[in-house]
């Protein structure tokens, strides 16, 4: 990036170069991702604009965002947003950044439910808003309590659904899981912590960047399983659901600490890269 007559084709190519070398994982997407930010443009227009020279303000400021992520910040760090369910979410260091996989989490749980008539979800640790909301926008039916631990966490998950005006469909509490919850629901979904923490401390650089309170799963990474099923057939209703993200070698464990509660085991949903991602329990 040493002159500054670079069109974006060139400067997506030289910094996405860079970024290869300092070991991000997507730097071409990550290089697009950040120059769009910089320039207001989706990443079709990127395209489409691949010869247009850019500013020299628009040069600096982008040179800065490629050095941070040269630095191994998260991309949605940078630009403060993430996709997910077709959403545009905020996002800060204070939420887990929403994942690709937790979508199938989503979209077992919209399997589950028949919002002819109104449905309540509670949604454990729910970070960004990023569950909540995309439940939410589904369907005028689907009600969801929105907890979590963080006060900061809630804050961002309360701007995003002001953003996408869902505040009627959701209730936000501030709780450590079931801690200031009442009543019943038709599904309680989560996706908690579940990270051994041993494993936390050599994760990728970015994971390191983001909340443990989010991430570290305790020493086995099932601390949250535990936490959540001892308690989740009080605050369900008859024939209700549980449905949780989990890591991909946790399934038998957390099948067991589930039908120990006397939960019933449905299934165990892969994701796409074949791996198991999703466990649904009923209370019968
Ligand atoms: N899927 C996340 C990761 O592997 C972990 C999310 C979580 O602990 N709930 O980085």
């Known amino acids: 990036m040493a002159k500054l007559q670079h069109s974006i084709g060139e400067l997506i190519k030289l910094s996405a170069g860079y970024l290869t070398e300092k070991g991000c994982s997507s730097p071409r997407l990550d290089a697009e991702l950040l120059l769009g930010h910089v320039l207001g443009l989706d990443r079709l227009s990127l395209y489409l604009n691949l010869d247009k020279p850019l500013n020299k303000k628009e040069v600096d400021e982008y040179r800065a965002l490629i050095g941070q992520r040269g630095q191994r910040v998260p991309v949605p760090h940078l630009t403060g947003e993430r996709e997910f369910y077709s959403l545009a979410l905020s996002v800060s260091p204070q939420v887990l950044i929403p994942r690709p996989e937790t979508e199938l989490l989503v979209d077992k749980v919209l399997e589950l439910i028949e919002p002819a008539e109104p449905v309540w979800i509670l949604d454990l640790g729910t970070g960004s808003g990023a569950i909540a909301l995309a439940l939410a926008c589904q369907d005028p039916n689907i009600f969801v309590t929105a907890a979590d631990l963080s006060a900061a966490a809630l804050r961002v998950a309360e701007k995003n659904a002001e953003q996408l005006e869902m505040n009627a469909q959701i209730d936000f509490i ?76 946790q399934a038998r464990h957390v099948r067991e600490i589930g039908e120990q509660r006397g939960l019933s085991w449905q299934e165990t949903v892969r994701d796409y890269a074949g791996k198991d991602r999703v466990v649904v329990f009923r209370w019968a």
């Open 174 to 249: 501030e709780s450590d899981l079931f801690e200031n919850i009442q009543g019943k629901y038709n599904v309680i979904c989560s996706n908690p912590p579940y990270i051994p923490r041993a494993q936390l401390a050599q994760a990728m650089p970015e994971v390191r960047k983001e909340p443990a309170l989010a991430l570290d799963g305790g020493e086995d990474g099932l601390v949250f399983y535990r936490r959540i099923l001892n308690q989740a057939a009080s605050f369900l209703e008859h024939s209700g659901f549980v449905v949780l993200e989990i890591g991909c070698d």
